[in-house]
């Protein structure tokens, strides 16, 4: 034991050396968060207790720092990280990025790495890959029955599910978390179109469904994968602790759910969605047409696809509509001239409601224009990776050089003066009418709620359109109330998730 043995002076040396770095630390985050907005890059540790200091409210960090930078901004990790990441929220690097110079920016083997999870889905895919993804899923939402059966769908999980569960909610007076009712709703909704199944998971009874909670876990330590060097994170999923045991979790929740109904499907093979897949899969290992190189077998590229469409169909709708409650809960003056538009629009008896289709919503143009004001505040996908094949010069004059991480901030776009004016912090979806009464329509790179370019997303009028369905009848139905103190802000995650959900207390309006 005497090799442990400190002398008296040796452990004073050892106490002053430990309280010099206390304080110097505490001097460098004290200094990071104080002085500036724009971080401070420490030798050898780089820009990391600025990363350190704002993990809990990153999103709004980074549009701090880009609006304070010209809209593009180098992030300096550790020197032994390899961690750098260019930030932009430029629309003009966005239009770049996204159209000019698509082929260019790939998600990139880095991205796939992170993004394990998703395999080869359309949102982590590239290339052919992504190219027959697109095109099969292009070709389902076009056939004649889609919007037919996406209709029925929708109205019959309102009548079944959404408003029983908020009867129940307002008739008792208990405070409701509407985030998780959007999030249940839009999960058994689209399992419904995509898998001809229903989970159950929107009931009064609130049941734990392993699968549709996967979804939220996930995306934490989807985030962190970005921010912590890659030999720590993977070092966590070899030790299966912390957030790689979280995500392993999720990973686990989804096979166990979508192997078995695809078993189950491949014997009686009704569903479209399966066949269509089945046929895009098959028709490229044609000894003649082998143009995709697959990460599995067919299981596996029907797990990794079907995987996609739930996560966009649960995920997207389901955030955008947390906070579009949340905006006009707070903006009451919003609600009213909604429910006034609804009665006016479809309602030509009052109190008598009835559910409309999706040619009438057309003629809900304000509460479009709140679906896009939302979307333009809270864009459901905060942050979008890319990493080029070959270096390049922005239009902002950054260089990035080939394989370096570029992630585009849609949040802070959403949020910059120079791209909205001096109200872009309002909520205020006039912006979107035009004089003549219709809706007015931006260009992606200015509004990348939906992506950019030719990974503009697919559902975009399918979203708007569940969207108007859900939310015009809890409006018409319900009044809306925040919970007095409930703190409302992103969760940070790459969905942008209420962090703490969206309490609210229910009454019953027009039933």
Known sequence: ????????????????????????????????????????????????????????????????????????????????????????????????????????????????????????????????????????????????????????????????GLIPVLDYFSGQGIVVDLQEIFQRFAFDNICQLVLEHDPGSLSAALPYIPCEKAFSVALQPLMYRHVLPERIWKLQKWLNIGNEKKLSESWNAFDDFLYPIISSKEKNNPLDVFTAFENAYENNNNIN?????????LRKFLRDSLLGLLFAGRDTTSTCLTWLFYLIATNPISESKILEEIERELIPVKNEWRFFNIEESKKLVYLHACLCESLRLFPPLALEYKSPIESDTL????????NSKVVISFYTVGRSESVWGKDCLEFKPERWITPRGGIKHEPSYKFPA????????????????????????????????????????????????AKNGLMVRLSGRNV
């Open 395 to 402: 239009p902002s004059g950054h260089f990035v050089r080939r």
């Open 289 to 297: 047409n082998k143009n995709v190189n697959f990460s599995g077998d």
């Open 1 to 160: 034991m005497a090799i442990f043995q400190l002398y008296p002076h040796q452990i004073i040396i050892l106490l002053i050396i430990n309280i010099i770095l206390f304080h110097l630390f505490k001097l460098i985050i004290t200094r990071t968060t104080t002085a500036t907005s724009q971080p401070t890059n420490w030798p050898l540790i780089g820009m990391l207790p600025t990363i350190i200091r704002n993990l809990h409210r990153a999103h709004d960090k980074v549009t701090e720092v880009l609006n304070k930078c010209g809209a593009t901004f180098l992030l300096r990790g550790p020197w032994f990280s390899d961690t750098d990441i260019l930030f932009t929220s430029d629309p003009a690097n966005i239009q770049h990025i996204f159209s000019k110079r698509f082929s260019n920016y790939p998600k990139g083997s880095e991205f796939r790495k992170k993004f394990e999870i998703l395999g080869d889905g359309i949102f982590s895919s590239d290339f052919e890959m992504w190219e027959l993804q697109r095109r099969t899923i292009l070709s389902l939402i076009s056939h004649a029955n889609f919007h037919t059966s996406l209709e029925r769908n929708v109205w019959d999980k309102i009548e079944t």
């Open 450 to 497: 939906f992506n950019v370019g030719p990974r503009t997303c697919l559902g975009k009028e399918m979203s708007f359109i569940q969207m108007k369905m859900v939310a015009a009848t809890i409006v018409y139905r319900y009044r809306v109330r925040l919970v007095d103190g409930h703190l409302v802000v992103p969760r940070d995650s790459l969905m942008l998730h």
